[in-house]
């Protein structure tokens, strides 16, 4: 059986229902702004972090909308839908992840709660005493931040096109609907801050979940059944491709992408929390405990994820091929939806992608406009700026940021923003020693830090720009040939081995040189702390002392 | 309850029980070659996609079961160190720092 790709003409009735639920969701972003006010709406913490008031309901909705974004509805089935098997390390990944958020981000909340740090740079700067290298820390989080924010507006594009209108490639005028959608999106965050996105999570979550567990268990009997879903995936994936005469890909891993997958997952894995629209659902938290409680009902968001990368083989088996979408592998769900559900439905679901892309972006352009504010405006800027400075600040360079994306989705093509998505991944992780290494200990001199970041960031851009294929010249694969050996692996991964090699030699000569160690403003206890209470206790204490 | 005299060390059967708990499902997930075959199928699905869709039902499970570990080992320290210094129990963390 074959479904048409959905281009011939407006669906008014999945248009209709997607404006209603837009309209909806935005004056849900609006009224945010009077959601559990605790403090001084002037105060960065307010507006960037929420008031630090989040409890474990709100914080599961928040943390699973980092995770949740268009990106993983769109991009992640695309991925099995081109290639099979390893996009799949999706799964993989998600189930990493939890671990390593048990392990180190309550100390992270801890630290941060007690000298009221609101990004990961604040507390680099704190803990290595380095302006340098907090800046360093800032500055990959905003350019590793603002693909990721375009990659959301690519899969409401995704959508749009689906629906019959917008476009396919950029044009401005046939952009209006992205571009109005944009601009409520920027409105709404620049009014309500973390609070917006908090709110709307709950909306976004409840179509979403909707919207999988209708798709898994309808389509495939509409499909003949998981074992003909599966089958047309091996039979369509194994086909050679007539001008590189190689198959796309199987349903199985094939020899030489063990490593590939293995690594993909746990590099992404160590850098999703370094990311900063990440870290911001956990230091938003009201508790310590929080974080680790919450961990265990985050799987749920994992095992969803599981069953939309498998939407990829159900397009498969509708019949679609990337020439039906268009030329563009990442249509491929939102047009699934359109050819399998009635209409009002597929309004749904439709809307639950462009929801999904929403409540990252936000949260994404608040977490970038704060280390903007706090590690680079008040650190080399204005010091002595007042806390209603910096929330202005914050405000406005969350437009700023926004805008940005925007303009790099329109003057760019949708594959160049998914490629800077990747170079953003390697980005990233180059940061995890200076983070979380800090949280565990100072033996790591902060000049080795900045030197071995530097080298992971060089050696990661130059191979990402290297990988070419027939169909593009550079950041053509993420993985990459591990230097003077015959296997591939995750690109970042290979970058952090170069860092962290970097960083201990360099770290054993600028020890024997006696290289001057920053000034450590945290204490072994303010990583174990777990209550408002014990900090005000703390704090009185210190008072008193002095 | 428990604690008694001697003091939580560094390792603890439960803390020891919770690391169990977190590295099972890592080294699960990075043994790819252990789950990179069509079958048994289950239900239509190719073993490589249903084990790795169970392993997130059971990281879940396991996740729990570290949490709980982890707190009834925190609450006992807890009680140990009230027991340890019964007068100004406030004045711990700034003592710490102090130090």
């Known amino acids: 059986m074959r479904y048409l790709a959905a281009s011939t003409g407006v669906h008014g009735v999945e248009l209709g229902v997607v404006t209603a639920l837009f309209v909806l969701v935005a004056a849900l972003g609006f009224l945010a702004a009077r959601w559990r006010r605790t403090g001084s709406p002037r105060h960065l913490h307010e507006w960037g972090l929420g008031g630090r008031s989040f409890g474990g309901f709100i914080t599961w909705f928040l943390i699973g909308g980092d995770l949740y974004t268009a990106y993983t509805f769109v991009a992640v089935p695309a991925a099995l839908f081109a290639g099979g098997a390893l996009g799949f390390f999706a799964v993989g990944y998600t189930i990493l992840v939890w671990p390593l958020v048990f392990i180190f981000l309550p100390r992270l909340w801890s630290v941060s709660r007690k000298h009221g740090y609101v990004t990961p740079a604040d507390f680099v700067k704190g803990r290595h005493g380095s302006r340098s290298l907090s800046l360093a820390i800032a500055v990959t989080g905003i350019v590793a931040t603002m693909p990721y924010i375009a990659l959301q507006l690519v899969g409401i594009q995704s959508v749009l096109y689906v629906m019959g209108v917008g476009s396919n490639s950029s044009s401005l005028a046939q952009d209006l609907p992205l571009f109005v959608a944009f601009i409520i999106l920027a409105a709404f965050t620049y009014t309500s801050g973390l609070r917006a996105p908090a709110m709307i999570a709950f909306v976004k979550d409840l179509l979403i979940y909707v919207t999988i567990l209708v798709a898994v268990i309808y389509i495939p009997t509409r499909l003949g059944g998981w074992t003909h879903i599966f089958g047309a995936a091996s039979t369509r994936l194994a086909t050679k491709n007539p001008v590189t005469h190689l198959p796309a890909g199987s349903t199985l891993l094939a020899h030489g992408n063990t490593l590939p997958f293995a690594t993909l997952a746990i590099g992404s894995a160590m850098a999703l929390f370094m990311y900063p629209h990440a870290q911001i659902g956990v230091l938003a938290t009201k508790q310590r405990s929080t974080v680790r409680r919450n961990v265990s009902a985050l799987t749920v968001y994992s095992l969803m994820l599981g069953f939309v990368a498998l939407l990829g083989y159900m397009a498969i088996a509708a019949g679609f091929t990337t020439k039906s979408l268009g030329g563009n592998a990442q249509h491929a769900v939102p047009a699934l939806f359109d050819a399998m559900f009635p209409s009002w439905f597929a309004g749904i679901a439709l809307a639950a992608i462009v929801i999904g892309a929403l409540v990252p972006a936000a949260i994404m352009s608040i977490a970038a406009a704060n280390l903007f504010t706090r590690n680079i405006y008040v650190d080399f800027v204005n010091p002595a700026a007042t806390d209603s400075q910096q929330t202005a600040v914050s405000k406005w360079v969350s437009l700023l940021v926004k805008f940005g994306a925007l303009a790099f989705v329109l003057g760019l093509d949708a594959t160049s923003a998914i490629n800077f998505q990747l170079l953003g991944g390697v980005l990233i992780l180059q940061t995890f020693p200076a983070i979380v290494g800090g949280l565990y200990t100072r033996y790591f001199h902060r000049w080795a830090l900045l030197l071995g970041w530097a080298a992971g960031i060089v050696y990661g851009t130059v191979v990402a720009w290297q990988q070419s294929s027939a169909a593009q010249h550079h950041f053509a694969s993420q993985v990459a040939l591990i230097p003077w050996t015959h296997q591939k692996a995750y690109i970042a991964v290979t970058a952090l081995v170069v860092n962290l090699v970097v960083l201990v030699v360099s770290n054993l000569v600028l020890r024997a040189v006696k290289a001057p160690a920053g000034v450590d403003a945290t204490s072994p206890a303010d990583y174990d702390h777990d209550s408002d209470l014990e900090q005000t206790a703390s704090v009185a204490t210190e008072t008193e002392t002095v | ?99």
Do not use: S
């Open chain 2, 1 to 99: 309850m428990a604690g008694g005299t001697t003091p939580p060390g560094m390792i603890t059967p439960l803390r020891l029980f919770a690391a169990l708990c977190i590295l099972a499902p890592t080294v699960a997930v990075i043994a790819v070659p252990t789950y990179n075959t069509a079958t048994p199928t289950l239900g239509g699905f190719l073993f490589f996609y249903w084990y790795q869709l169970l392993l997130v039902v059971v990281t879940g499970i396991l996740m729990v079961a570290a949490y709980w570990a982890m707190k009834i080992d925190e609450r006992r320290r807890k009680q140990f160190r009230a027991a340890a210094e019964p007068a100004a129990p406030a004045g711990r963390d700034g003592g710490e720092a102090g130090a």
